[in-house]
């Protein structure tokens, strides 16, 4: 038994996946092959059988050996697509073929590995019209940008920033600000899809809750900018208002579980209790609201890159100065700092908090007082938007809600934390 298990372990795991690869790609270019003389050259039986050369290539640990087979496949696949380019002259298969290869190698040492990207690359094959679909018709030249701007802050930019702190004070690491941007670059973008995927179908209180990943506070704006032109939306346009600050709790738990898991940890039953709140007073404000739809859109774009520097800088800046205040005046003196940055941008203010308290700068309590208040001078400066964009009736109708929400803030986080 325990032979068995030696064997199987190093060598027949990655056969398995290799043939469990090779039988996912296979299927899906056995789909769109073709038939008769014009079909395609690789199917299921194909990719199959080169996944399981590339694993026995690999199983003979001779590098000569993987790269005399890797030229064979090559040549296998520049034959094919010389065969069919008059009638097909895309390169997917041909392609896919080499993929199909170099996984089979890879599934000799790194079985697991090996079945995800399996998994992936299936499902990028499978997805061919609705990736053409989506690229070349529902998506604009500038939101394909985006896309390639948030990919390459992610994948190129972040790993090549140096993972340690650069400042006398301990606390300015180029890596986690950066790594606290892309997330909230990708917030941004999802709440950017999931808004032009449901304005016309959910009406604004829906949209009011994808915007507020965008921007809350923009987001109140542009509903109170509905309600002027079309008064009837006034429910509708409160309660997206609403579930705009549901939005902006889920973007706090999220920065605070990259930041400092463990203060995370601690505030997460008041920052849930707010956010059932927050989503019960948009639901009452919903329910007589007829189902309206929007004419343009909340946001231009997904996300500007301007917005994302500024982010990023914006909490370096409130890191090192309020570590040099802790440093002066202790931490209160920080606290204050961080807390007054919260009338511009409460995430900012509470990654900037929860790093400090991650390096010891400022303690958990301390940290977490900071997060409260700045929370509230961000609300205040909602409810000033509010009213100035909406006037009266919207701004007392988004108010109470926001009013509401802080004092089960306060309140929870007095149960639960301080007392």
């Known amino acids: 038994m325990n032979t068995f298990i030696a064997i199987w372990s190093p060598i027949l795991s990655g056969f398995v996946v ?3 690869v090779g039988l996912l790609i296979g299927a899906e270019r056995e789909r769109n092959k073709g038939t008769g003389p014009t079909r ?3 199917g299921v039986r194909t990719f199959v059988l080169v996944a399981l050369l590339g694993a026995i290539a690999a199983t003979a640990s001779m590098s000569v050996l993987v790269a005399v087979f890797g030229v064979g496949i090559t040549l296998l696949a520049a034959v094919s697509y010389w065969r069919t380019r008059n009638g097909d002259p895309g390169l997917t298969t041909e392609v896919a073929l080499l993929v199909a290869y170099a996984l089979g190698v890879l599934a000799v040492p790194h079985p697991k590995v090996t079945a995800a990207l399996g998994v ?41 920033l140096p993972d340690h702190a650069l400042d006398p004070y301990g606390v300015v690491n180029p890596r986690l600000i950066w790594r606290i941007t892309v997330l909230v670059l990708l917030i941004n973008a ?10 016309n179908s959910h009406g604004l209180a829906l949209a009011g809750f994808c915007g507020g990943f965008v921007s809350s506070t923009a987001t109140i704006a542009s509903m109170a900018a509905h309600t002027r032109i079309t008064p009837a939306w006034m429910r509708a346009a409160s309660a997206g208002a609403a579930l705009s600050s549901v939005s902006t709790v889920l973007q706090l738990i999220m920065i605070l579980y990259l930041a400092n898991p463990v203060l995370a940890n601690s505030m997460l039953p008041a920052l849930l209790v707010v956010g059932v709140v927050a989503v019960s007073y948009g639901v009452w404000l919903a329910r007589d609201a007829e189902q309206s739809q929007i004419s343009n859109d909340l946001s231009g774009r997904a996300f500007e890159l301007k917005h994302s520097f500024g982010f990023a800088l914006l909490v370096t800046a409130v890191m090192y100065v309020s570590a040099f205040l802790a440093d002066r005046y202790g931490s209160m003196g920080a606290s204050i700092g961080v807390a007054l940055v919260g ?7 509470t990654a900037s908090a929860a790093t400090l308290a991650a390096h010891g700068t400022m303690s958990s309590s301390t940290a977490i007082f900071t997060i409260l208040l700045a929370v509230s001078a961000n609300t205040f400066s909602k ?11 919207f701004g007392l109708r988004v108010v109470a809600g926001l009013i509401l929400m802080m004092v089960t803030l306060w309140a929870t ?7």
């Open 18 to 20: 290799a043939l469990g």
């Open 40 to 42: 395609g050259a690789a």
């Open 120 to 160: 992936i690359v299936a499902l990028l094959l499978a997805s061919r019209s609705w990736l053409h679909e989506l690229i070349k018709r529902r998506l604009s030249d500038r939101e394909v940008l985006d896309g390639m701007l948030l990919a390459a802050a992610a994948l190129i930019v972040l790993p090549l």
């Open 190 to 199: 999802a709440g950017y899809i999931a808004m032009r995927a449901f304005k």
């Open 343 to 349: 009338f511009a941008d409460a995430h900012a203010s």
């Open 383 to 393: 409810a000033i938007v509010a009213f100035i964009s909406g006037g009266r009736a």
């Open 413 to 419: 986080a007095g149960m639960t934390i301080f007392w």
